[in-house]
């Protein structure tokens, strides 16, 4: 047997939840993984630990005072690693010709230009950002086609179809008989709650999610479904397939990631347990198959697999997305960036719960939808939106 291709990877995002998951897998794969760049926010400690375990080439701080503190405590501790610092630098360490593999999992916006620098510089992309898909879908698919870049998701669900469809799935669901996209959805901490103690609930209670450990943003996304709701975008994106055909279910065990429904009914599924480790280690290794470290799946344990329908109105983040990718054009840029403001808000105390769906629709009536043709255009509505979102959330101020 030969050995495998040696990946040199850049982790955009790598003290978060997902970078923390990618890098237990590369650990567990020596000879088949090198890690060449790993990049962080704000947590100089947590970077600096993960620069002496894994000794990438480079590191890169979102700024310089952060990258100078980080200078330091590798100096101290003998680390080779180069620190940089600034958005620019993110965009180098994703298309530098050394490296072949970068996971996407800065969360939010600002996560869309390395990846959309790794996407034209030809890489194979690992994407959990959904944020920057959402907000540029035409612009990053079109640039994904144009530079042959291999696109991967790895967020559970759309991982999940990625490996229900057929291998020559080229983007047209008809052509492969696809019928339908079952988008499996938790139905995160508050799907039993009732309706009126919503308002109550806390950044504590919207990030204990009962099945997934992640990102505080991420958490509050599953909270008001709005995750859900950027994922059926993503999806669209992704695969093609119209969002008339795109079906969320409900299915709180969180053990049937995703489902694609055929013409002829057969329904193919990707089950397991609910550990990013399983989509990230299949996407790394793809189209081969690794250990990823999680449990072997118990069905014996878990007894019963529920489904139900999604309540919209309990969580109409959920129609506003669907709303958005109707409507077209920037109008998934306005939806994403007014949810970006309003769930930093309601994780700073500053808005209530139900009010991340009232900022989100306030602002999608307030910004008019323009075509999405290139990402000047883009970048502008995220601002327009930004800034309406922050008046319509300091109308709904909390004291
Ligand atoms: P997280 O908050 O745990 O980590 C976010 C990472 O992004 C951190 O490394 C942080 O340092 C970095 N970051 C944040 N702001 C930045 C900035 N301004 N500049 C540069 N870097 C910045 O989030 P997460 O849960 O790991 O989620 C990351 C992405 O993956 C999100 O888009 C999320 O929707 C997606 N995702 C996460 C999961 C999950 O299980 N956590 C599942 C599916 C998809
Ligand atoms: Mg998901």
């Known amino acids: 047997m030969t050995a495998p291709f040696l ?10 939840s997902i970078g923390t ?9 020596p000879g088949r993984y090198d890690v060449f760049a790993l990049t962080a926010d704000s947590s100089v400690d947590k970077l600096a630990r993960l620069c002496l375990r894994f000794e990438p080439r480079y590191a890169v701080m979102a700024n310089e005072a952060a990258a100078e503190k980080l200078r330091r405590l590798l100096a101290v501790a003998f680390c080779p690693t180069e620190v940089l610092s600034g958005a620019a630098a993110l965009c180098e360490v994703a298309s530098s010709p050394d490296v072949s593999t970068v996971v996407a999992a800065i969360v939010g916006a600002v996560g869309l230009e390395p990846t959309l620098a790794a996407v034209r510089a030809g890489k194979k992309v690992l994407l959990a950002n959904k944020e920057a898909l959402v907000m540029s879908g035409r612009i990053f698919m079109d640039a994904v086609l144009a530079s042959r870049a291999t696109l991967l998701p790895i967020d559970s669900e759309h991982n999940a179809i990625f490996q229900s469809l057929p291998g020559n799935y080229r983007c047209n669901p008809d052509v492969n ?14 799907r039993r709650l009732p309706q009126e103690k919503l308002e109550q609930v806390t950044p504590a209670d919207a990030c204990a999610h009962p099945v997934w450990k992640m990102g505080r943003k991420i958490s509050v996304d599953s909270a008001t ?3 859900k709701g950027l994922e059926v975008i993503e999806a669209y994106w992704l695969f093609a397939v119209p969002e008339s055909r795109i079906e969320v279910v409900v299915h709180p065990q969180g053990v049937v990631h995703s489902m694609v429904d055929y013409v002829d ?3 193919i599924a990707q089950l397991g347990n609910p550990d990013m480790r399983v989509p990230i280690s299949h996407a790394l290794a793809w189209p081969e198959r690794i250990d990823s470290g999680t449990t072997m799946l118990d069905l ?10 999604p309540d919209f109105s309990r969580f109409p983040c959920l129609s506003l997305a669907y709303q958005a990718l109707r409507a077209g054009g920037t109008a998934p840029t306005a939806l994403n960036a007014a949810n970006e403001v309003a769930v930093e808000a309601f994780l700073d105390s500053r808005l209530g719960f139900c ?5 989100i629709a306030a602002t999608l009536e307030r910004v008019t939808p323009e075509k999405a043709n290139n990402l000047e ?9 930004r800034e309406i979102a922050r008046e319509e959330t300091a109308r709904r101020a909390i004291a």
């Open 355 to 359: 009010g991340i769906a009232e900022v």
């Open 377 to 385: 255009t883009v970048l502008a509505i995220d601002i327009q939106a």
């Open 177 to 190: 008989g696809v019928r339908r996209i079952l988008l499996t959805a938790s139905g995160g901490p508050f």
């Open 265 to 267: 009914g057969s329904v």
């Open 225 to 227: 479904m709005m995750n």
């Open 21 to 29: 998951s990618t890098l237990d897998v590369i650990a567990r794969h």
């Open 7 to 16: 990946q040199q990877i850049t982790i955009l995002g790598a003290t978060g």
């Open 300 to 309: 014996f344990g878990i007894g019963t697999l529920d489904f139900e329908p």
